[in-house]
């Protein structure tokens, strides 16, 4: 497993100059957008800092045609969601031909759908909480014998955390698969985890520091990612080291058969006997003040413009 270090300042100078005129997307049109509008803030302040030419695109009413990008070099994707995060705009920049930051298109789409998530990892024998989708003309009381006693229901594509539930009855799992098909078309069901959870961020096919989440929350939500001050940030993450590099290693399993490449994010829970269970990987984490990537970074000695640095060389030939 690669070991993630800081460059020295030869290598920040080398790939400096090999970044030309960068188009920094963000915004975008899902659920995330507020997010990404912080993320792409926080992401040209960097550029900025590093020197890099950029220009700032936000992608909320519709893609910027070729005429935009006819001097871009690359482009920096801060996009969160559907639309951004889902295989469609790298989908786009391929067509045009302009080199992108992060996963490509197949392993974009993959990562932003659960459910093929899910069965991709159990083909593999990677472990994942056992899961199914839901329909309206469910048996909802075999679901809950098969997954319960408590069930996690969620949009099988939508991310931070948006419209997860956690339910422990046939009436609220009613309820919650309603409201997730309100925001979905496609809504999955899977036995809930009690435990800590755990968030690994991956870059340049290195792992970084594990970091442990608690939070008084049900469990980590949107307000504990992007709002709440009282949510615990456990860095160093708590496990022992042999166990702290059993975990980056199924992370980085985890994240390498999706298809995934240049940095991203995998979430896991850890049950009550110890075991670690994949819930999802994350190919544009969140670049804000309250985001997992950057700490875990920070911790490994990688500032934060650094780190933009090198995501941003993901996109080099």
């Not at 080199?99 to 990562?111: D, F, I, N, R």
């Not at 994942?128 to 949009?155: A, H, N, Y």
Request: aromatic share 8%; hydrophobic share 45%.
């Amino acid at each position: 497993m690669t070991k993630i270090s800081p460059l020295s300042q030869e290598e920040r100078s080398r790939l400096v100059a090999k970044a030309g005129r960068v188009a920094l997307f963000f915004g975008g049109q899902s659920a995330e957008r507020e997010v990404s509008l912080n993320s792409g803030q926080a992401v040209a302040a960097a550029l900025e800092w590093l020197e890099i030419e950029h220009l700032m695109i936000d992608t909320g009413d519709v893609f910027p045609g070729p005429e935009v990008l006819k001097d871009v070099d690359r482009v920096f994707l801060a996009l969160h969601g559907r639309g951004g995060e889902d295989g469609t705009i790298q989908g786009y920049l391929e067509a045009l031909q302009i080199p992108y930051t992060g996963s490509g298109v197949m392993a974009s789409a993959l990562a932003m759908d659960k459910v093929r998530t899910k069965q991709l990892w159990r083909g593999l024998e990677l472990p994942t909480p056992d899961f199914c989708v839901l329909s309206e003309s469910e048996d909802w009381v075999s679901v809950m014998q098969r997954l319960g006693p408590v069930i996690c229901v969620k949009p099988a594509h939508e991310g931070s955390s948006i419209g997860v539930q956690k339910v422990k009855s046939v009436a609220e799992l009613q309820a919650a698969f309603m409201a997730s098909a309100a925001l979905d078309t496609e809504v999955i069901a899977e036995t809930w985890v009690e435990g800590p959870e755990y968030t690994v961020g991956i870059l340049s096919e290195g792992a970084l520091p594990v970091i442990g989440l608690s939070t008084d929350h049900v469990f980590y939500d949107y307000d504990a990612k992007y709002l709440s001050d009282d949510t615990r940030y456990l860095l160093p993450s708590g496990l022992s080291q042999e166990e702290e590099l059993a975990l980056q290693q199924l992370s980085l399993d985890a994240f390498n058969a999706v298809g995934c490449k240049g940095w991203g994010r995998v979430d896991v829970m850890r049950d009550q006997e110890g075991r670690f269970w994949l819930l999802e990987v994350n190919t544009i984490p969140g670049m804000t003040d309250h985001s997992l990537t950057p700490m875990a970074a920070q911790a490994a000695g990688v500032d934060f413009n650094e780190l933009v640095l090198r995501i941003l060389a993901s996109s080099y030939a």
